[in-house]
């Protein structure tokens, strides 16, 4: 059953996953190492990224490496671009504010 980008991302949990996937390839194990969770609940929570496709799952041996897959992230970027105007615009308005207060 697939699932879409935006429910995987939606949990802290799998979001810190990836970020840990960035630096490489990372076992199982290793990840779970990271949370107070037991390894097969990280394992429930790597499933759902393997079914929204953000990582892909290499079996070595016993282990079970992850991968990030980052293209599904584009998605992400493409619905976020809209925003990127309005965050532009309050910087700027914190930086204007700064600079009175602060000449």
Do not use: C, I
Request: net charge neutral; aromatic share 8%; charged share 30%.
């Amino acid at each position: 059953m697939p699932t879409d980008v935006f429910s995987a991302l939606s949990n802290p949990v799998r979001r810190k996953l990836l970020e840990s996937l960035r630096e490489g390839p990372r076992a199982v194990n290793d990840l779970a190492s990271q949370f107070s969770l037991s390894r097969p609940a990280v394992s429930e929570h790597l499933q759902v990224l393997r079914h929204a496709h953000l990582v892909r799952e290499e079996p070595r041996g016993r282990q079970r490496y992850y991968h990030l897959v980052a293209e599904p992230l584009a998605q992400v970027q493409e619905w976020l671009h809209p925003f990127e105007h309005y965050w532009r615009e309050r910087m700027r308005s914190l930086r204007d504010l700064l600079d009175e207060e602060n000449p």
